[in-house]
């Protein structure tokens, strides 16, 4: 016998808009509790579950039936641990995060990693610097950087993803 979100998961597998929007209210909030659990950062939490779900209607073919909640919490549970991994730092057993530019520390070692972090930022190429601005320091969302530069959100994770990787090299 079909449960409820069964019968939901078929009808969007079938396109079924309405379908889909019942299953967000349905998980839309816990799985931004869950997310914020992890990352305690509503933002980046609101993200994680906008970008599951936008995700889910994407790839709605190859949903579930049988267990979607399970698939839910478990994507929610890695998205906000890729979050961590990529936004956060351990330096000298300091936590670093993007943040700490614009905090005011007495620590040379810090002084010196933000240094040396804000000239690697200005070495980014124009378009990835541009991104990874707003995304990390003027705390904009995906979509907001999407739409205001007329991109994909897609791309703005690229982008955003080529930035860290090219900071990890030049500073570590």
């Not at 670093?96 to 200005?122: F, G, M, S």
Request: net charge positive; hydrophobic share 40%; charged share 35%.
């Amino acid at each position: 016998m079909e449960n409820e979100e069964e019968r939901l998961v078929k009808r969007i597998k079938a396109s079924d808009e309405k379908a889909f929007k019942r299953l967000f209210y349905l998980y839309s909030s816990r799985l931004f509790v869950w997310a914020y659990k992890i990352t305690q950062n509503s933002l980046a939490s609101e993200d994680i579950v906008q970008d599951f779900f936008i995700h889910c209607w994407e790839k709605r073919e190859t949903l579930p039936f049988d267990c979607f909640k399970a698939y839910a919490y478990r994507s929610i549970y890695n998205a906000s641990l890729n979050h961590l991994r990529d936004n956060e730092r351990f330096i000298y057993g300091h936590k670093i995060t993007i943040d700490l530019i614009d905090e005011k520390v007495d620590d040379e070692d810090i002084k010196e990693l933000k240094r040396l972090l804000l000239k690697a930022i200005d070495e980014l190429p124009d378009r990835c610097k541009k991104i990874f601005v707003l995304v990390t320091l003027e705390k904009k969302k995906y979509v907001e950087v999407a739409q205001q530069l007329g991109i994909s959100v897609n791309t703005v994770k690229v982008q955003v993803s080529k930035a860290y990787r090219i900071l990890k090299e030049k500073i570590g």
